[in-house]
Each structure stands twice: as structure tokens, then as C-alpha cells.
């Protein structure tokens, strides 16, 4: 399977809102609603933000949503936060127990 | 506390073989689908390998089919990844992730494989 398409940067200044889009196929991000986010820092274990599309884990704080339309998915960060900046990776269930991952995007707080 | 923990990664030539071992607490592990993930130099995360809670079956990316196997051990709370005929692409950090829900909600903070000669 081929990646998912994710810009690879995007910034805001504290406070503002931020999406991040992911685009994938008709064979993936399309065709089921099991799109998951993930938060990157350097040297941390990746940590899930948001699955089944707009679900948020326990704890995850609700400035994070995401949504999907067709064969794109987004996140979108409200009330940017310094700790927010981070790489964040989109996923996609596949079909037949396989997964597919976005490129990552760089997300900085200006 | 419930989490994840990688080991043995190492530096290994081309061709050669690694098996990477992953330790879980804190949850009862043989209740939980497990996976491998990777992440190469400035590249993004690959999903590598999936094996299922209840029967062990497994599944791999075409990228790694037949040269890397995952295993658990349900009775040593652990999971495995053996690696053989590794390339230098195969290059990376490696992680093991907790299945759930069709995505990936517990992560260990990964082990280096370095492949180069």
C-alpha cells in the first residue's frame, strides 16, 4: 500500500487553530472510518490522539478533533499550545489486518 | 504502570539476522492484538507486522513478508520480531504498539536497528 499524503509542515501562533489534512484512497482512508492520530516528540514514545476518526482517548485534551470527508481525513489543533509542537502521523486501517501510515507533518507554534 | 519496553536493537551488516524482543506491563497482555512499527531516518512510520489477541495469527507488509516474523509469548508478556536477510533500508527505530479500536493506542519508545556494513 502507498503511504498517506500529509503536507510536511504547518504552523500557528498560540491560541490560533491548525489543520492537518491526510489523504489517502478509496482502499483505505475512503473505505473505513478507522483513521487514527498520533503525536511525535523526539526521543517519546508516539502517543494515539484521536481514533475511529474522531474519537479522543482518555486524557487527550478536546482542543484536539479530527474528521474525515471521502478520502481525506483532518486534525485540527484548537487554542494552539507550546507543547503542542510536534510531528504528527496519520494512519489508516487497510483492509485484511494491514495499515497504512501518512509521512508525518511538522507542526510549529510561532 | 502500563507499558512497553524494546530491546535489541543492534548494529547488524547486511544480510544478517536480529530477533527484537518487546515487554509489556501493567495489562493483561494475551488480551491485546500487538503490532510492529518502524520509523527510518527522516521518514515517516511504516506499519510492519499484526498478530491477533486470541489465536496468534499474523500478518506482515509486503515490505517485510518473508523475511520478518512476528511472535508473542503470552505466558512472558512479550512480543517478538524476528528479522532475517535485513537491507540497509531496513534501517530504523523500531517499535511495539498495542493494537486497539483499528489503531495503535500504547507505544514503547522504540529500539535502534542500524544495517550497514
Known amino acids: 500500500q502507498s503511504a498517506l499524503t500529509q503536507p510536511p509542515s504547518a504552523s500557528g501562533s498560540p491560541g490560533q487553530s491548525v489543520t492537518i489534512s491526510c489523504t489517502g484512497t478509496s482502499s483505505d482512508v475512503g473505505a473505513y472510518n478507522y483513521v487514527s492520530w498520533y503525536q511525535l516528540h523526539p526521543g517519546k514514545a508516539p502517543k494515539l490522539i484521536i481514533y475511529e476518526v474522531s474519537e479522543r482517548p482518555s486524557g487527550v485534551p478536546d482542543r484536539f478533533s479530527g474528521s474525515k470527508s471521502g478520502n481525506m481525513a483532518s486534525l485540527t489543533v484548537s487554542g494552539l499550545q507550546r507543547e503542542d509542537e510536534a510531528d504528527y502521523s496519520c494512519s489508516s486501517y487497510a483492509g485484511y489486518f494491514n495499515w497504512v501510515f501518512g509521512g508525518g507533518t511538522k507542526l510549529t507554534v510561532l | 504502570e502500563v507499558q512497553l519496553v524494546e530491546s535489541g536493537g543492534d548494529l547488524v551488516q547486511p544480510g544478517g539476522s536480529l530477533r527484537l524482543s518487546c515487554a509489556a506491563s501493567g495489562f493483561i497482555f494475551r488480551s491485546h492484538a500487538m503490532n510492529w512499527v518502524r520509523q527510518a531516518p527522516g521518514k515517516g512510520l511504516e506499519w510492519l507486522s499484526h498478530?491477533?489477541?486470541?489465536?496468534?495469527?499474523?500478518y506482515h507488509a509486503d515490505s517485510v513478508k518473508g523475511r520478518f516474523t512476528i511472535s508473542r509469548d503470552n505466558a512472558k508478556n512479550s512480543l517478538y520480531l524476528q528479522m532475517n536477510s535485513l537491507r540497509d533500508d531496513d534501517t530504523a527505530v523500531y517499535y511495539c504498539a498495542r493494537g486497539q479500536h483499528y489503531a495503535f493506542d500504547l507505544w514503547g519508545q522504540g529500539t535502534l536497528v542500524t544495517v550497514s556494513s
Open positions: 498478530i491477533t489477541a486470541a489465536t496468534s495469527d499474523t
